[in-house]
């Protein structure tokens, strides 16, 4: 069974409550949902391995540490998970991104792909699939099984809020996958929105209901 981590701060928790405000601006949404996502980059990227490096400061020679090993791909599921793209570059500049395109039928609430470009050397990183939204897990579930499919084998789901549902869902479809979330709500509704939820995090990032 793969790890759950509900990764918590004050800040995160003040964040998120700001954010799932109906109150709250599409601009404030955007920033928040940035500031949320460098902050639980931090967690998501605590098992980095390390290696011993000597340099020189300039008063004499040291071993420090660097991290070694695989580098960081950062995939976003089109669209929302765009907006949590920044935060993780803040933390991880060098980190390459690619994209799957996938959105919700609204009939049957399956995930639909249009559009996967993953970085050529994908399969040699640590991949960090973002959505801010798990509901009913599905595109989450799809998204990693492309990835896989393309050959990726190290990979990490961070999301910012996650129904039971959806928990359940990607664990069992994905044991290996670790999964990160800011917020653990408490169930869908009928139309498989997350209760209480934040609303359509795409609508609410690009301003577009
Ligand atoms: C939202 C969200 C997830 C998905 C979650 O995207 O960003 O990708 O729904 O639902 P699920 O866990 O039940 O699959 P949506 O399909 O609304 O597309 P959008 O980001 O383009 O608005
Ligand atoms: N997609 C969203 O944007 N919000 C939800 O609550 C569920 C799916």
């Known amino acids: 069974m793969s790890k759950f ?46 290696t011993d490096v000597e340099i020189e400061t300039p008063i004499c020679k040291m071993v420090g540490k660097e991290i070694s090993g695989r580098a960081i791909g950062v995939v976003p599921i089109l669209r929302a998970g765009l907006g949590m793209v920044n935060g993780i570059l803040t933390l991880v500049p060098n980190a390459k991104v690619g994209h799957i395109g996938l959105y919700r039928d609204p009939r049957t609430h399956k995930p639909v792909e249009y559009y996967c470009k993953l970085p050529l050397d994908a399969t040699e990183r640590r991949i960090i699939v973002v959505d801010p939204m798990l509901a009913t897990g599905g595109s989450a579930a799809a998204a990693v099984q492309f990835i896989k499919d393309r050959g990726c084998k190290d990979i990490k789901l961070m999301c910012l809020i996650a129904a039971p549902e959806g928990v359940k869902a990607m664990q069992e479809a994905h044991p290996d996958v670790d999964i990160y979330v800011a917020a653990l709500d408490e169930k869908l509704n009928e139309h498989a929105y997350i209760v209480p939820g934040l609303g359509d995090a795409g609508d609410r990032i690009f301003g577009t209901k």
């Open 5 to 50: 981590t509900i990764v918590n701060h004050p800040l995160i928790a003040h964040k998120i409550t700001m954010m799932r405000s109906v109150d709250t601006s599409t601009k404030d949404f955007r920033q928040l949902l940035e500031e949320i996502s460098l902050l639980m980059a931090y967690e998501v990227t605590r098992d980095l391995p390390l």
